[in-house]
């Protein structure tokens, strides 16, 4: 199955050799869109050295100054990180993440996301995401280096889309593409503290709740369609 639908995205990467071993790993396992976001100069010596053979990888890339652009139009959108965070996000093995993106990138594009050498991703990027994926290392040196984290996650594509069980896609509308998705969040939220239920100046983990309850459920178009429509008639029934 053609799983080139997949992106990969990489979060400002500040080492043009990372950007470079990214390309090679990806198209060894069948893998050319690549998304930088706010990258580094990285179309250098250092980087073409790296991706090798994978010139044309590095040379396709798309820029983009930040995540929610690259990932617009997305119907997935996997999260990688080496670290537990405090607010539990669904959290998936290389495995089981490569079977759901298989499984979706027939329907769409799927975009999965890795972060910066030093900080990773900032848990607004986090947000973006619908799982998080772990590659699960000894002991409590978690980190890899990301184009070799890269290299673990598209090879378990790769395996997933080989396998007959990986391709049928799930029944029913595809999932809203991530741009609508965000729009929908907006006009809640807007909704929210309109009703005085949500109150911008101390949020405590309700956007991040309610992300992760929305994520779980992978509304369709037409679904959030629904969603906007009643947000609308509160809206209409509370300005009165
Ligand atoms: N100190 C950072 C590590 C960044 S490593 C942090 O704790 O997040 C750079 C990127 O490589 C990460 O953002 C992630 O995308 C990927 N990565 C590194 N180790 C990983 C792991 N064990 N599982 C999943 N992704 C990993």
């Known amino acids: 199955m ?3 639908n997949c992106q990969i995205v990489l ?4 080492h043009p050799g990372n950007i470079g071993a990214t ?3 990806m198209k060894n396992m ?3 869109k690549l998304a930088l976001v706010n990258p580094c100069k990285y179309q250098v010596y250092e980087c073409y050295a790296r991706a090798s053979g994978a010139q044309e990888v590095v040379d396709s890339a798309r820029v983009y100054s930040d995540l929610s652009a690259a990932v617009s139009d997305s119907t997935l959108v996997v999260g990688t990180s080496a670290r537990l965070r ?3 996000w669904p959290q998936l093995t290389p495995k089981d993440s490569a079977c759901e993106i ?3 990138v027939t329907r769409g594009e799927v975009s999965v996301v890795f972060g910066r050498e030093r900080s990773g991703l900032t848990n ?5 995401c619908s799982t998080l994926l772990n590659i699960p290392t000894a002991g409590d040196f978690s980190s890899l280096n990301v184009a070799a984290a890269v290299q673990v996650v598209a090879y378990e594509i790769l395996c997933a889309s080989m396998t007959n069980s990986a391709v049928d896609s799930p029944p029913g509308e595809p999932p809203a593409e991530q741009e609508s998705v965000e729009r929908f969040y907006e006009h809640l939220f807007a909704v929210l ?8 100046a101390n949020p405590r983990h309700l956007p991040l709740r309610i992300r992760r309850l929305f994520n779980r459920a992978q509304p369709s178009h037409s679904e959030i369609q629904v969603l906007r429509g009643f947000l609308s008639a509160v809206e209409k029934a509370t300005s009165n």
């Open 2 to 4: 053609n799983i080139a």
């Open 11 to 14: 979060v400002e990467t500040s």
């Open 23 to 25: 390309a090679r790993a």
């Open 30 to 32: 069948g893998l050319e």
């Open 86 to 88: 405090s607010l539990a």
């Open 102 to 104: 298989v499984s979706q």
């Open 124 to 128: 607004e990027e986090l947000a973006l």
């Open 193 to 200: 503290e309109q009703v005085e239920y949500f109150d911008p």
